[in-house]
């Protein structure tokens, strides 16, 4: 096997990452030397959907959103994992089905036990 043709396979990653870079990097610096710098009471103060702001934004609030939100994340990459598997099932054979059933299995598990400690449960405590 010729490693330069493997090299050479991913040259449009490495010119697409360069490529990708360069435009943050030089966006962000044009952006700092080209925006106008005019501070004042009014740009600083908070804005959220045109309506005035109501008390302190540091309130604490409910762990609960929290915890929704990386249940979310954490169910969503499973996803994400059975995207390629599903695009390759046929390749894959038995072996593949068997991990992924294991896979799955995993999942439900880790499922099981976050609906076990009530962490789903909206309710009044």
């Known amino acids: 096997m010729d490693t330069t043709s493997n090299t050479m396979e991913y040259l449009p ?8 870079g360069g435009f943050v990097t030089l966006t962000m610096v044009a952006s700092h030397f080209v925006i106008p710098k005019r ?8 804005f959220e ?12 609030f409910s762990i609960k959103y929290f915890l929704a939100a990386i ?7 499973e996803v994400i994992f059975m995207y ?6 046929r390749h894959l054979g038995t072996t593949g089905f ?3 059933i294991s896979y799955m299995a995993v999942m ?3 499922f099981a036990y976050v609906i076990q400690k009530g962490a789903l449960n909206w309710g009044k405590e």
């Open 49 to 60: 959907c045109g309506i005035p702001s109501q008390g302190n934004a540091r309130s604490p």
């Open 84 to 89: 390629p598997w599903a695009v390759d099932f």
């Open 39 to 46: 501070k004042s009471a009014l740009k600083y103060e908070v």
């Open 71 to 77: 249940l979310f994340v954490l169910f969503d990459v």
């Open 98 to 100: 068997i991990e992924m």
């Open 108 to 110: 439900l598990l880790g």
């Open 13 to 20: 990653i490495a010119i697409t990452a360069i490529v990708a």
